[in-house]
Nanobody, 124 residues
Framework: QVQLGESGGGSVQAGGSLRLSCAASGRTFSGYAMGWFRQAPGKEREFVAAISWSGGVINAADSVKGRFTISRDNAKSTVYLQMNSLKPEDTAVYYC?????????????????WGQGTQVTVSS
């Protein structure tokens, strides 16, 4: 069992930055690939970014490439999402998720554990 807790959300103006953190507890953090997803009101949960267990392989959705960066610190059992040049369309609840194994996936249903989410609101 892995417990995940996100932090760092908030309200920011367009063009601003936020850094989300997701702290994990329970089983060995390095044994899990990690992902960030988001869900806006009335929309389905969508993939944002993911990182392999070692941190050596990352992937991001086209809508955030060049603006968002995912990273992890296995010693701290924490995964991060640095979000720069934020846009109003980035407004959503952001969730981190853990998937057993070294390889990440882009589909939400392939993740085993989820955090409670943190709200990000970007105003124009």
């Amino acid at each position: 069992q892995v417990q995940l807790g996100e932090s760092g959300g908030g309200s920011v103006q367009a063009g601003g930055s936020l850094r989300l953190s997701c702290a994990a507890s329970g089983r060995t953090f390095s044994g899990y690939a990690m992902g960030w997803f988001r869900q806006a009101p009335g929309k389905e949960r969508e993939f944002v970014a993911a990182i392999s267990w070692s941190g050596g392989v990352i992937n991001a959705a086209d809508s955030v490439k060049g603006r968002f960066t995912i990273s992890r610190d296995n010693a701290k059992s924490t995964v991060y999402l640095q979000m720069n040049s934020l846009k109003p369309e980035d407004t959503a609840v952001y969730y981190c998720a853990a998937r057993r194994g070294s390889v990440f996936r882009r589909n939400a249903y392939e993740y085993d554990y989820w955090g409670q989410g943190t709200q990000v609101t970007v105003s124009s």
